[in-house]
């Protein structure tokens, strides 16, 4: 059966691997590895050039290394198609996130007020527990 007959008959069709094409592990692999070394080798660039303000272990070094490994793993996931995917994700979130409605004033306040209540009125209920879980304890103790 080919993938066009699958889709017809609502199977879904096989996919086959595509001769060429990387597996992402790799990617994954080369991102963690620019990261840890980014991490460690940034800092130490920054400490050679004896510049007060990126001085070993200042908070701007820490920062500079930050970003710059994060852009590094960035740019190593970038031919990965599971980071593909997560933008196309994303963009829809983003689409989707646009489409909410925000209420009105009046719908905020009341289910502010609902909120409220219930949370006074459990407040309420567990100070009659206590109360009472005291009381019998005390009549245990005594």
């Known amino acids: 059966m080919s993938n066009a007959q699958a889709k017809q008959r609502g199977k879904s069709p096989i996919e086959k691997p595509q001769p060429g094409k990387k597996s992402d592990t790799l990617f994954y ?9 980014a991490l460690f ?4 660039a920054l400490g050679m050039l004896n510049m007060s303000f990126l001085a ?6 820490k920062l500079v290394s930050v970003v710059v490994a994060a852009l590094a793993g960035w740019i190593c996931l970038l031919p990965a198609q599971g980071y593909k995917d997560f933008v196309e994700l994303a963009k829809g979130a983003r689409t989707e996130w646009r489409k909410t409605v925000k209420p009105d004033r009046d719908t905020v306040m009341r289910t502010t007020m609902m909120v409220l209540a219930i949370v006074a ?7 009659v527990l ?3 879980f005291a009381s019998v304890l005390r009549g245990f103790i005594s």
């Not at 692999?29 to 070394?37: G, P």
């Not at 080798?41 to 130490?44: A, E, I, R, S």
């Not at 009125?121 to 100070?127: D, E, N, T, W, Y």
Request: charged share 10%.
């Open 130 to 132: 206590d109360w009472l």
């Open 56 to 61: 070993d272990g200042a908070g701007l070094n």
């Open 29 to 37: 692999i080369a991102a963690i590895a620019a990261v840890v070394l």
């Open 121 to 127: 009125l459990f407040a309420l209920l567990i100070l």
């Open 41 to 44: 080798f940034v800092p130490k």
